[in-house]
């Protein structure tokens, strides 16, 4: 089986501060995704990537850059990071573009804004 | 754009009892419907998914079932164990010019009490 990579865990910020959250899977899947995870809110998709150097956006993708290095990783950085913002990032990936298979998740980046 | 709505945000059974979380969905061209499990301080990991082309399908305790005519689906855990406490997600997905991604709903919190 395959693992998905999330870093850091944990991740505590300033306000107006950029912040990257990085992640790599070994499933040599060709789709990963970006979720916020808010309480209550469900899971919203900031970015999404089909392949190397592919980026979509989803319908949160205001205020979040997306960069897909390689087939293997996927970064989201947080441009200006929201005084006391607080949500669970969650990065995924699956082998088609979600009408194909399921996703495989990491276990998540906790962000903190002070 | 598509949404996706679980009705009950909390649900309570006894167990060996059966729990039913319902969903909905707005997009007649949503075709493939997954849902995941989240629990407690661990990530979302899938269960079971229905496609369009059937109207039930059952994994072991776990049976979903599409009306599409309401736009409807639901998951069903019979025989419920402690185990089964978790928050469900389910899902929808649409395709749009060949790509697609999945829309989640906001999750309803299980609770098998002993």
């Known amino acids: 089986g395959g693992i998905i990579t999330q870093t850091p865990k944990f991740l505590i910020g300033q306000e107006g501060q950029k912040l990257t959250l990085k992640c790599q899977q070994n499933?040599?899947?060709?789709?990963m995704y970006w979720y916020r995870q808010d309480s209550g809110k469900g899971l919203r998709l900031i970015y999404y990537s089909i392949t190397e150097n592919d980026l979509q956006k989803g319908d949160l993708s205001e205020g979040y850059d997306a960069s897909r290095e390689k087939k293997s990783s996927f970064s989201l950085t947080v441009t200006s990071a929201q005084k006391n913002e607080m949500a669970v990032f969650l990065c995924a990936s699956s082998i088609g573009t979600g009408n194909t298979g399921q996703l495989y998740f990491g276990e998540g980046s906790k962000l903190t804004v002070l | 754009g598509e949404k996706v709505e679980q009705h009950e945000s909390t649900l309570s059974v006894r167990e060996g009892d059966s729990a039913v979380i319902n969903c909905t969905y707005t997009d007649t061209a949503s075709s493939y419907f997954p849902w995941y499990k989240q629990e407690a301080g661990k990530s979302l990991h899938f269960v079971i998914d229905?496609?369009?082309?059937?109207d039930r399908k059952q994994s072991q305790r776990l049976i979903v079932l599409l009306d599409k005519k309401a736009k409807r689906f639901s998951l069903h855990i019979t025989a419920t164990q402690p185990e089964d406490s978790a928050i469900y997600f389910c899902?929808?997905?649409?395709?749009?010019?060949?790509?697609?991604?999945?829309?989640f709903g906001e999750g309803t919190k299980l609770t098998v009490s002993s």
């Open positions: 229905i496609r369009s082309n059937v």
């Open positions: 899902a929808a997905s649409m395709s749009q010019g060949g790509s697609a991604k999945l829309i």
């Open positions: 499933f040599n899947h060709d789709t």
